[in-house]
């Protein structure tokens, strides 16, 4: 039984779930030829890269140690200045490590460009952006993903972890949410 409130807000399904995971398969034959039999830190950015994160991992071949990290963006009430707030941060040292960033969506990029940043000067080996979507209508950073599901239009997206409000983030495929729902 999926989420009834899905029924009247979704106005289309824009990825389903057959294609997520065949899409997923193939970004892991990616990595897998990528990474070969090196250790990768595999952090997942909270919340929305849950249901992606698991799924991808699980078809990796060589050895991945588990993270997780979770931010905000700064000034959401007045204009951002594009920085991100630490709300959770890394539990291991990735210094001289694999880092391999899991990602929901690129959207304006200031949230993975900031990140990319952030790892950086914590001197690892190589940090590399795998994202499920992009959106790159709306970019304003100089940052692109290093391995991508689906690049997609700017449609208010939601599921697969992808939320408005908190909500949608069960549905175990991507729709386009209603413009009634969000301009109510
Ligand atoms: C979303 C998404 C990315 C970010 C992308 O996170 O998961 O982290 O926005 O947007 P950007 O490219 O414009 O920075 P959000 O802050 O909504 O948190 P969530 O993952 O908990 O939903």
């Not at 892991?28 to 990528?34: C, H, K, M, S």
């Not at 595999?42 to 929305?48: E, F, Q, W």
Request: a negative charge.
């Amino acid at each position: 039984m999926l989420l009834k409130q899905a029924k009247e807000d979704i106005e289309y399904i824009l990825v389903n779930e057959q294609e997520i995971e065949n899409r997923i398969k193939e970004i892991a034959d990616e990595l897998n030829a990528y990474y070969k039999d090196e250790e990768v830190i595999a952090v997942c950015i909270l919340k929305g890269s849950v249901p992606f994160y698991w799924d991808l991992i699980k078809r990796l071949s060589f050895p991945v140690k588990f993270d997780f990290m979770c931010v905000s963006s700064y000034g959401a009430s007045t204009v951002s200045t594009g920085e991100i707030k630490i709300l959770k941060d890394l539990v291991v040292d990735i210094k001289g490590k694999n880092v391999l960033v899991v990602e929901d969506i690129l959207d304006s990029g200031n949230t993975l460009y900031s990140l990319k940043k952030i790892f950086s000067e914590r001197s690892p080996k190589d940090v590399k952006i795998c994202t499920l979507l992009d959106k790159p209508d709306r970019r304003v950073k100089d940052i692109e993903a290093d391995f991508l599901g689906f690049k997609i239009e700017d449609k208010f997206v939601v599921g697969y972890g992808l939320d408005y409000d908190e909500k949608y983030r069960q549905l175990p495929y991507i729709g386009v949410l209603k413009e009634s729902v969000y301009t109510k």
